[in-house]
């Protein structure tokens, strides 16, 4: 039961508004221009790498442009197959992620690709949890990942972390106080998207038990998610 309330919350799309923005302004200001059409890039500005440890909001900055008003592709490269690297002018922004993950047939589908957007035109955004030099992919494709603009995502501090939480329980009218959110930091899974599930099942889970949002009460659900993992 409270494992089918994280997933309902885990529903909701991406977006740049629900980015928490932390340390990365000017990428994220960056790609809010590509995905109004109001950049005007340089052959290199054109291809952009993203990486960071797991968590940092990689995936969610490539979601986010996917729903932008910009014709995209987002190919996810875990489950990626030949004929998405196929490059169409229709496609503005191709949005690669995970690149580490790629298969051998991908990374040399995705040099390919890299190529025909440079003569044609397009953006290329690519993540990865490591920089592009230490990427384990063919030679070709990794200096290609590094030849354009290389953005380090940075996480958030604790305290970032509790005022966009807080911030985030505001606008649903919730009232969380600092102890819980820290409590919350200190005994769950620390990546902002996790953590945003957990207070929106909270708040379920508040409305479900017609319980105030105590201590207790954030126990409680951490017991029985702890509990349904293990099932």
């Known amino acids: ?4 309330l994280l997933d309902l919350s885990a529903q909701q ?8 923005t932390g340390q990365n302004a000017e990428l994220l200001q960056r790609l809010q221009a590509i995905a109004s059409a109001q950049a005007q890039p340089t052959l290199n500005d054109r291809f952009i790498y993203l990486w960071g440890e797991n968590g940092a909001g990689k995936t969610h900055l490539l979601h986010s442009l996917a729903h932008a008003n910009i014709a995209s592709r987002l190919i996810s490269a875990a489950e990626a ?9 229709d496609v503005q922004c191709y949005l690669l992620d995970d690149c580490e993950q790629l ?3 991908s990374q040399i589908a995705a040099f390919t690709l890299f190529n025909k957007i440079r003569e ?15 990427l384990q992919v063919r030679e070709d494709l990794r200096t290609r990942l590094g030849w354009g603009l290389i953005y380090q995502l940075h996480g958030l501090t604790d305290d ?14 919730m009232t969380v106080s600092p102890g819980i959110l820290s409590y919350l930091l200190t005994h769950y899974r620390r990546d902002m998207p996790s953590l945003s599930r957990m207070l ?3 708040d379920r889970y508040s409305l479900e038990t017609k319980r105030p ?4 009460l954030l126990r409680d659900l951490l017991q029985q998610e702890a509990e349904d993992e293990t099932l």
């Open 13 to 20: 799309p991406p977006t740049f508004d629900t980015f928490v």
């Open 200 to 202: 929106d099942a909270l």
């Open 213 to 216: 949002i105590t201590l207790p």
């Open 81 to 89: 197959f030949d004929s998405v690297f196929d490059y169409t002018p």
């Open 160 to 173: 970032e972390k509790i005022a966009a939480l807080t911030q985030s329980a505001q606008g649903r009218g």
């Open 103 to 105: 298969s051998p047939d």
């Open 1 to 4: 039961m409270r494992q089918l």
């Open 120 to 134: 044609f035109g397009g953006y290329l955004i690519s993540t990865g949890t490591q920089p592009p030099a230490q």
